[in-house]
């Protein structure tokens, strides 16, 4: 790819400074900003639309597998939330509560959810009698509340857009193949419809989702060499349906416990497709998880004959079955590609006299700025041809970035050395002691266990750190 030419001076150099290139990039792309509730963001149109794909495209596939929609209260008794308490000792620091309703104090506080575990349950132990009732396998889209002491637009705030699954079912083996079912789905979509590649496994006991059994994680990685956690899926067993007695009867009317599941994603997703495929110029979208696929850019629209091709070349497009728009204002060419680079749409279609004279347009990806002359006639073939080799090729791109940054270590120098030359992912043998998480994370100024892989390789028959046997391969990473 020839050197990019900056376009957007707006925007700071990713290598300059990553954090306020992504920020620069969240307010020029005009995706959110802070609201007037310290920590919660307004969600504007070209970042909400984003959401709005992602949940359309995540949500059929939820519904391949069984999964209802549904939708419980944001307000949960305080007595409900106590019920587990692994579940509200780990919430309890994030907790927004509400004390007063109207003019009257309230007899009993409600909290803003933080999380719905207690609520399903709720449901489920007035309507789950028989094994006949199970599976529930539901899912709601919906907004939760975490007082979070420190925010970044769609990373961490303290209000956040996610889908949330919850699931019982009567036996062990069927609720742990829905978690990672799940797991499954995320990956899929992550990496197919997002270009994102990922590192997946099972969290450690101390990583793990508060009243868990087992968390199983997507992990990608950022361009400045931080993980993300992407999406989770939780095995609790029978701890939370038995703090709310929810058992069924079988077909010889015995009692039994139900298993439950969890899983969830939410807009901090949107977060790793800005600092995965973003560049010095803006947003770069995927085609699949786009809005807007293509734009129509006329050039010397001022010239008869040139708008209205431009708008039948728009309508043509959309028939077939694209998101497309055109850009018929009056700003200046140089302006309006700048603008489609910035909101990171995947294509630009440039028509102006000459090429309507010759019968052509020219398509211009926005991840290699690459130019294709096309009939016009062959606009609507050659288009989907385009869209899916870039899609293929960011997510090649991402995937060899994520390769060159896994490395491996056997001892404490080594990971320390390897981790101050360079920011990524680190395998190395751990002996399963939370003890030595901590030492881990201490000597290397913040890496954390990301997870188990699901296929372990043998580095070493003793843990990095302390030298007794070791228990697990483990990845190891900064993150956010």
């Known amino acids: 790819m020839a050197k990019e030419k900056k376009l957007v001076e707006s925007i700071t150099s990713r290598e300059v400074d990553f954090a306020q290139w992504y920020t620069d990039v969240v307010r020029e792309a005009k995706l959110c900003d802070y609201s007037g509730v310290k920590g919660c963001l307004n969600y504007l149109p070209n970042g909400y639309a984003i959401w709005e794909k992602i949940q359309a495209d995540l949500d059929k596939r939820f519904k391949d597998t069984g999964v209802e929609n ?217 085609p699949r998880i786009a809005p807007v696929q293509t734009k129509v850019i006329p050039i010397a629209q001022h010239k008869e004959g040139v708008l209205d091709k431009a708008r039948e070349l728009l309508d043509t497009l959309r028939a077939a079955g694209y998101a497309a728009k055109i850009d018929d204002s009056d700003k200046a060419p140089g302006w309006k590609f700048s603008e489609q680079e910035i909101q990171g749409i995947p294509t630009r279609i440039e028509i102006g006299p000459k090429d309507i004279e010759q019968g052509q347009v020219v398509v211009v990806r926005r991840d290699t700025r690459e130019k294709t002359v096309v009939a016009i006639g062959e606009i609507t073939e050659k288009l989907g041809e385009i869209l899916e080799t870039m899609q293929k090729d960011m997510f090649e791109r991402a995937k060899a970035f994520l390769d060159s940054h896994i490395d491996s270590a056997v001892t404490m120098e080594e990971m320390n050395s390897k981790f101050n030359e360079s920011r990524g992912f680190i395998k190395a043998m751990w002996c399963g002691e939370e003890a030595c998480e901590d030492e881990i994370k201490a000597q290397t100024g913040g890496a954390s266990s990301r997870c188990i892989p699901d296929e372990e390789e043998h580095l070493s028959d003793v843990c990095i750190c302390c030298g007794k046997p070791a228990k697990h391969m483990v990845y190891w990473g900064k993150a956010y």
């Open 70 to 286: 549904v939708y419980l209260p944001v307000l949960i008794p305080e007595a409900l939330l106590q019920k587990e308490a692994d579940h509200i000792e780990g919430f309890a620091p994030e907790v927004a509560w509400v004390t007063q309703g109207g003019l009257e104090p309230l007899q009993e506080k409600f909290c803003i959810r933080p999380t719905s575990e207690t609520l399903f349950c709720d449901v489920w132990s007035k309507t789950v009698q028989s094994y006949r009732d199970l599976p529930k396998v539901w899912n709601q889209w919906c907004s939760v509340l975490r007082w979070e002491k420190t925010t970044r637009p769609f990373l961490r705030s303290r209000e956040f857009l996610w889908q949330e699954g919850h699931t019982i079912h009567a036996t062990f083996e069927e609720a742990e193949q829905r978690t990672l079912t799940m797991r499954d789905v995320y990956r899929d979509f992550i990496q197919d419809d997002l270009a994102i590649p990922l590192v997946c496994g099972r969290k450690t006991e101390s990583e793990k989702f508060a009243g868990a059994q087992d968390t199983y994680t997507v992990e990608a990685l950022m361009h400045d060499g931080q993980a993300l956690q992407s999406a989770t899926s939780h095995f609790f067993g029978s701890s939370f349906p038995d703090a709310f007695d929810i058992k069924y009867s079988d077909k010889n009317n015995e009692l039994h416990s139900v298993y439950e599941t969890s899983w969830g994603l939410s807009t901090r997703i949107i977060g790793a497709i800005i600092m995965v495929h973003g560049d010095d110029s803006g947003l770069v979208l995927p």
